[in-house]
T-cell receptor, first 111, second 117 residues
Framework: TQLLEQSPQFLSIQEGENLTVYCNSS?????LQWYRQEPGEGPVLLVT?????EVKKLKRLTFQFGDARKDSSLHITAAQPGDTGLYLC???????????FGTGTRLKVLA | AAGVIQSPRHLIKEKRETATLKCYPI?????VYWYQQGPGQDPQFLIS???????DKGSIPDRFSAQQFSDYHSELNMSSLELGDSALYFC????????????????FGAGSRLTVL
């Protein structure tokens, strides 16, 4: 059973388009992080959200944590080819040292 | 700034052999996590250690074992290797509550790629 489901799994868009990636769970997380991973490399942290309803912006990226701390979204405005990569959400299950990754979204931005 | 160091970066083994992966966390980080990432898969949590004690276990096979040493480095030992063990193995470290928000923020190493032939 996958605790964190991401959608869509794959996304191919043109440069300049907007997109949203979703990360959903039935579990409550103490915190939720978004990572981007390049092939053959380790995941690199983009943002951490902790408070339900929290919204964080990182240049063209906007992250939101659901009110109930069970889901999150990542919105990219005016995507660029440099945004291409695997986007992973990861959650910190309350009271544990288990840090669970979502199923991942592979984004390809075409020039 | 120092990062999480993993070694070796690449390892090729035969079936039924044994492999050991090493992870050196960021200095002062007290928690180490191990993940396995198969081709096209998301990272799967294997095991974590907090202050040298095993803290949580995920989908780690019985053929695998891990420990964290007094200097906080960790080793993942894999025995009776199978073809399906071929994957990228990531180690991450964190300092509990380090993030500005108080959350555990993991820093990942570059990974060790294990190929079992």
């Amino acid at each position: 059973t996958q605790l964190l489901e991401q959608s869509p799994q794959f996304l191919s868009i043109q440069e300049g388009e907007n997109l949203t990636v979703y990360c959903n769970s039935s579990s409550v997380f103490s915190s939720l992080q978004w990572y981007r991973q390049e092939p053959g490399e380790g995941p690199v942290l983009l943002v951490t959200v902790v408070t339900g309803g929290e919204v964080k912006k990182l240049k063209r990226l906007t992250f939101q944590f659901g009110d109930a701390r069970k889901d999150s979204s990542l919105h990219i405005t005016a995507a660029q080819p440099g945004d291409t990569g695997l986007y992973l959400c990861a959650g910190d299950l309350s009271g544990t040292y288990k840090y669970i990754f979502g199923t991942g979204t592979r984004l390809k931005v075409l020039a | 700034a120092a990062g999480v160091i993993q070694s070796p970066r690449h390892l090729i083994k035969e079936k039924r052999e044994t492999a050991t992966l090493k992870c050196y966390p960021i200095p002062r980080h007290d928690t180490v996590y191990w993940y396995q990432q198969g081709p096209g898969q998301d990272p799967q949590f294997l095991i974590s250690f907090y202050e040298k004690m095993q803290s949580d276990k995920g989908s780690i096979p019985d053929r695998f074992s891990a420990q964290q040493f007094s200097d906080y480095h960790s080793e993942l030992n894999m025995s009776s290797l199978e073809l399906g063990d071929s994957a990228l193995y990531f180690c991450a470290s964190s300092l509990e509550g380090l993030g500005s928000s108080g959350a555990n923020v993991l820093t990942f190493g570059a990974g060790s790629r294990l190929t079992v032939l």
